[in-house]
């Protein structure tokens, strides 16, 4: 079967930096998506990662390495803003987004 | 560019009657567009992919006849979710493609019935 693993909670603090990790198992791959929701809205894309390595925008990072079936994203100099659930989805070999159950994340002061 | 909007954002309906929902894409045209479902504290779930002028392909558990999506151009998909019940009260997403890439989202329209 076709399963997306994250957290499903993490907690940070203003300024700090915060790793949320995905691991996947698909059938197939055509790349792996980030999305933040903020409570009572539509996602909003982040990132797309269909090679290995960093791609890095702005305060925000993702990773991926298709050998372990794993990808991170990484925000650095957190801001309050920021609280909101982080989407992982993969794009199988039909091109039909699989989704994580999402990692919400809350910042503190 | 690449924006998508839906109408109505809410709505609130009596158990039993019908509701459409659009979803427009605004300035390009979508090859694809999906519909999803989110319940409170839930991650999305598909539950059916359109393509202009075909039928929608609907996910096993989504009953067809209940939830009738017409995507009739490149830039517009109507969901409607008949005889409405307190249990299909959630937050509808559609979200449209233009190749193989990215899919562009919505704002979503919230569904309450009474």
């Known amino acids: 079967g076709q399963n997306i693993d994250q957290p499903t909670e993490m907690t940070a603090t203003e300024g700090a930096i915060v790793q949320i990790n995905c691991t996947y198992q698909t059938s197939g791959f055509n790349g792996l998506f980030w999305y933040q929701q903020h409570a009572g809205e539509a996602p909003t894309f982040l990132s797309y990662n269909v090679l290995d390595g960093l791609e890095e925008k702005g305060r925000f990072s993702s990773f991926l390495s298709r050998s372990k079936g794993y990808s991170y994203l990484l925000l650095k100099e957190l801001q309050m803003k920021d609280s909101a659930s982080y989407l992982c989805?993969?794009?199988?070999?039909?091109?039909?987004?699989?989704w994580g159950a999402g990692t919400k994340l809350i910042i503190k002061p | 560019g690449a924006v998508v909007s839906q109408h109505p954002s809410w709505v609130i309906c009596k158990s039993g009657t019908s509701v459409k929902i659009e979803c427009r894409s605004l300035d390009f045209q979508a090859t694809t567009m999906f519909w999803y479902r989110q319940f409170p504290k839930q991650s999305l779930m598909l539950m059916a992919t359109s393509n202009e002028g075909s039928k929608a392909t609907y996910e096993q558990g989504v009953e067809k006849d209940k939830f009738l999506i017409n995507h009739a151009s490149l830039t517009l998909s109507t969901l409607t979710v008949t005889s409405a019940h307190p249990e299909d009260s959630s937050f509808y997403i559609c979200?449209?493609?233009?190749?193989?890439?990215?899919?562009?989202f919505g704002p979503g329209t919230r569904l309450t019935v009474t």
């Open positions: 979200s449209a493609r233009i190749d193989s890439y990215e899919q562009y």
């Open positions: 989805a993969v794009s199988d070999s039909n091109y039909q987004l699989i």
